[in-house]
């Protein structure tokens, strides 16, 4: 479930995580919409990846080119981020 700063994931134990949303994007190529998002609890600052749909249900991703694709904006969103 996603709302305007947060998504809510269920981790392997069954708990309800609240996870900040760094930001989101749309592909042509693959037709669908993705939310990058980190653990605010976490140290390690790991970064996350999910597509998303209409509904703010998370999807799996498939494909190592949609991962591929997927870390591309990633970086170039880290160097923007350093930039500033």
Request: zero cysteines; proline letters at 2%; a negative charge.
């Amino acid at each position: 479930m996603l709302d305007s700063n947060s998504l809510y994931v269920t981790d392997e134990n069954g708990n309800e995580k609240r996870m900040t949303i760094l930001f989101t994007f749309e592909s042509e190529d693959y037709q669908r919409k993705y939310v990058v998002f980190e653990d605010p609890d976490a140290e390690d600052g790991e970064v996350f990846a999910s597509a998303y749909d209409d509904a703010g249900n998370l999807l799996p991703i498939d494909s190592d080119e949609e991962w591929a694709m997927i870390e591309e904006v990633i970086g170039a969103f880290v160097e923007d981020e350093e930039a500033e």
